[in-house]
């Protein structure tokens, strides 16, 4: 895969996908096209079966995400990317799905 970046800090970003921290992912919501989106984990994607369920009043946040349409590092317009290479980047989300999914959401059709 000859995957295009804008910088070499967005692509740091989305080597980090499904580590604790902040990382970028490529998803679609079902037949919606694709989108970037900035994640911060609480818990790496490979450790949250590990996390024990409390019965408290407190909420522990796992993880959050956000879409983004421009680079938070150098500025440039996404879509460029998805734009100039499609295969690539569906690949990537493909490979992203377990990581980007809605908790409860069906991935089908993703």
Not at 14 to 26: C, E, L, N
Request: glycine share 8%; proline share 5%; aromatic share 8%.
């Amino acid at each position: 895969m000859s995957m295009q970046f804008c910088c070499r800090r967005f692509e740091e970003k989305i080597d980090r996908a499904g580590q604790r921290g902040f990382a970028i992912v490529v998803s679609r919501d079902g037949q919606n096209p694709l989108k970037f989106r900035l994640q911060s984990r609480g818990v790496a994607h490979g450790d949250e079966t590990k996390v024990k369920k409390i019965s408290t009043q407190i909420i522990v946040n796992i993880w959050t995400q956000q879409a983004i349409e421009y680079c938070p590092y150098c500025g440039r317009r996404l879509q460029e990317l998805l734009d100039a290479a499609p295969a690539d980047y569906e690949a990537l989300a493909k490979k992203h799905l377990p990581l980007a999914a809605q908790p409860g959401a069906s991935p089908k059709g993703s």
